[in-house]
């Protein structure tokens, strides 16, 4: 339904990124790289929530060996986060990083981005050309019009420049971010980016905040663009578990469609006509469905809950599974099809049977 | 900096709805009309978290009767919220309803509804034609792509049958909700609409689930339409308390800059560079400046909570408060000047005074 934008393609590790390759899920760890243990374990907690490619901070040369040692003890690839010193990607890509970060906006010697690229280029390696609101604008209050403007125009340009000197010296493994602090410029700049160049692009808004705002934050810059056809890869940044950013990024390629990961619950926000306690049976199925603590097979399933006669049969029918409920009991529905009639105390038990038993097509 | 449809405008109670007004925020209580004393409660507590319009279910001719007594008691707007029975439409017009909602899906007979705008036109109120997936479509699985599109034009197409009737019968003081239970449909549905009549566009995506989930897809559903200039007042439906409903729409007003609630909280996600328990001050922060606990004075200013030296002294100084941190004190900003280093420790107090004594322009 979304028609995707065409770019060239990536690959990071063994993961495609671009030309039609599903839109991937990216976190980053929030410990001590040195702590290998520490960051090993975190690593293992995201993919096992569904991270396909995670970044880690690099900023000493102890960082860059620890490269090495984490490589080994995970399964994903590892992106090598580099700021200020041209040097560390060097030694990161000498580590086996199987992608490097750089920032535009702290380094910016074209010999040194050259020594980079050369480096990567032997490797057979990608870079992202991050570029981050903070690190490219100087006091321009995010909530100004005009300064907005030059907002993304900052984020934009940095980026431009860098794809020249990549492209001078003959680099086009390149994916490239522009990630601002704010939603419209985020939007706007990765607008403005899709029509100039046919790289992949990484989608982020940058520091989004804590959890329930800034997947607010993110949901609308990420999704805003996805559904325009933009972006080849996600991360959402939360000041949380980054396990939630996974979970959030999940959330976000499900609901325009892009991608399903098991079970989407539709259920209603109750009213004054609803008549079971409505939100107690859809907390009790979503924490079975949750896709942390799993306790349900994972299939790509529709299923609604709803509490009333107005829409809860038509949401019922369309769903692959549903009930809707009236005073006290509710219809069951499976495939389009009435089943039975269920009281609301059994409502969990009877859906989590039907959706255990259920054979997707 | 986003153009906004230019629609004609309505007027709900004292609320002005469209052409230039603000983006409106709307809640539906979740406990049964008749108890006077739990439904007019519920409202107190929406209004004090921002709610702007509330609606309430109207199933029987004792809702319509209670209709009279809630009216008095609260400060906003008051919607009956119709389906089946156009009587009872005309009753709650009679007990004094702000706005009466109809649903294409369940009043069809024209003679029905030409009674009902001809009460409300006497009463000088307006009507929300209100279309929702679950009224409107049979069997059409929302995963399914070329189902998607039937979707879509079902939705559009019972509004607009309804609109041609109301147009008949000289009735202008409409406002048009097309929601569907899936995001890509709402948006398109509502896209499709904003060509082919200049009514305000109430938004939002129906039935779209439990708290985690549903802000997900309410903010890319309602994100991306405002961000196109599309929507003139909002209902973000979680089924979750309803105060959650009206903090996560201010949340996304916020997003996109279409409105200011108070401080926008500017945090990094954290990563191995970061040397405090940025989560930890963040989170302490979040609380005090929640805007349904609220501890703190509400003032329109971006405040930038930052873990490193990567993007931190170039967010903090972009705000017009932040904290930049290092290994274990932080460099504070006010205005896009360093005011002083302040340890990890005080960080709260140290942003709670700024906040606190910030003077805005």
Known sequence: MIKRRKTRQIR??????????????????????????????????????????????VKTPADT??????????????????????????????????????????????????????AAKKAGIPIRIGVNSGSVVTRLPCHHV??????????????????????KHDFRDIIISLKSSDVVSTVEAYEAMSERCDYPLHLGVTAAGPYDAG?????????????KGI?????????????????????ILSAIGARRFGPDLISCPTCGRCQVDLAGIVRELAQKLSSVNRQ????????????????GPGEAREAD??????????????RGKILR???ASKAVGELVKLITTYEVD
């Open 12 to 57: 990071v590790g063994g993961v495609r990124i671009g030309r039609g390759a599903p839109v991937s899920i990216q976190s980053m760890t929030k410990v001590e790289t040195v702590d290998v243990g520490r960051t090993v374990a975190q690593i293992k907690r995201l993919e096992d929530a569904g991270c396909e490619i995670v970044r880690i901070a």
């Open 65 to 118: 060996d620890a490269i090495r040692v984490i490589r080994k003890r995970i399964k994903i690839p590892l992106v090598a986060d580099i700021h200020f010193y041209y040097r560390l990607a060097l030694r990161a890509i000498a580590a086996g990083a199987d992608k490097i970060r750089l920032n535009p906006g702290n380094i910016r010697k074209e010999e040194e981005v050259a020594a980079v690229i050369k």
């Open 146 to 167: 005009t300064r907005l403007q030059d907002r993304t125009s900052a984020l934009v340009n940095a980026a431009l420049r860098y794809v020249k000197l990549f492209e």
């Open 215 to 227: 997947i607010v934050k993110s949901s609308i810059g990420i999704g805003a663009l996805l559904l």
């Open 231 to 251: 972006g080849d890869t996600i991360r959402v940044s939360l000041t949380a578990d980054p396990v939630e950013e996974v979970v959030a990024a999940k959330r």
């Open 296 to 311: 349900l097979p994972t299939k790509p399933l529709t299923i609604a809950v709803m509490g009333c006669e107005v829409n």
């Open 321 to 334: 599974i549903g009930v809707a409920f009236g005073r006290d009991s509710g219809m069951l529905f499976e």
């Open 341 to 343: 009639k269920i009281p």
